[in-house]
Nanobody
Framework: QVQLVESGGGLVQSGGSLRLSCAAS????????MRWYRQAPGKEREVVAT???????YYVDSVKGRFTIARDNAKRTMDLQMNSLKPEDTAVYYC??????????WGQGTQVTVSS
């Protein structure tokens, strides 16, 4: 059974940094796509960053240049380095891993709060 566990969330001041980590209970080598999503209160969940099995990365415009996604197959982790954080980055951040069109897994989420 695949389990994803996020960590690294917390409270930080505007302009600060946090590093989120998603640890998988199985090898992540077979995940074709891994993503970080976030959901702010009253808003829909949105994709923040994507990394493919070939290490291609994609970011939503609002975080380009500030966030960096990376995966480590040996450690079975996917990280999100978040710099220059803004209050609008406040949300619950979720890790998602996709093997194929019918196998997609989610973590429980980690809260990120950025104070102004």
């Amino acid at each position: 059974q695949v389990q994803l566990v996020e960590s690294g969330g917390g409270l930080v001041q505007s302009g600060g940094s946090l590093r989120l980590s998603c640890a998988a209970s199985v090898s992540i080598f077979s995940f074709t796509i891994m993503r970080w999503y976030r959901q702010a209160p009253g808003k829909e969940r949105e994709v923040v960053a994507t990394i493919t099995s070939g290490d291609n990365t994609y970011y939503v415009d609002s975080v380009k240049g500030r966030f960096t996604i990376a995966r480590d197959n040996a450690k079975r982790t996917m990280d999100l380095q978040m710099n220059s954080l803004k209050p609008e980055d406040t949300a619950v951040y979720y890790c998602n891993a996709v093997k194929n069109s019918y196998q997609s897994y989610w973590g429980q989420g980690t809260q990120v709060t950025v104070s102004s």
